[in-house]
């Protein structure tokens, strides 16, 4: 690929209506990363959300308030985390 000070260089030997159109591609190609960038954003929420349902599928009302309920009283020291660091270099499948 072409060195960016070599794109930049070149830019300033085009015409008006050469750098209109480069414009106008440039303004097309973020419209279409931020599009990107917006779906895929979209999709991990629609992702978290289907995760979600599943845990909660089976659960009664209570179940999850007393799932609630322990997660606010239970304290976990982030130094005694340390301890599960080698799950982090374990293939995923078997984590």
Do not use: C
């Given at each position: 690929?072409?060195?960016?000070?070599?794109?930049?260089?070149?830019?300033?030997?085009?015409?008006?209506?050469?750098?209109?159109?480069l414009r106008q591609r440039i303004e097309e190609r973020q419209?279409?990363?931020?599009?990107?960038?917006?779906?895929?954003?979209?999709?991990?929420?629609?992702?978290?959300?289907?995760?979600?349902?599943?845990?909660?599928?089976?659960?009664?009302?209570?179940?999850?308030?007393?799932?609630?309920?322990?997660?606010?009283?239970?304290?976990?020291?982030?130094?005694?985390?340390?301890?599960?660091?080698?799950?982090?270099?374990?293939?995923?499948?078997?984590?």
């Amino acid at each position: 690929m072409t060195d960016l000070q070599e794109i930049l260089h070149s830019v300033e030997k085009l015409s008006l209506d050469d750098l209109e159109t480069l414009r106008q591609r440039i303004e097309e190609r973020q419209r279409r990363l931020q599009t990107s960038e917006i779906q895929d954003a979209q999709a991990r929420v629609a992702a978290l959300h289907e995760a979600l349902e599943a845990f909660r599928e089976g659960l009664s009302e209570a179940d999850l308030q007393e799932i609630v309920r322990a997660m606010n009283v239970e304290y976990v020291n982030p130094e005694e985390l340390k301890r599960f660091d080698w799950l982090d270099e374990l293939p995923e499948d078997e984590r």
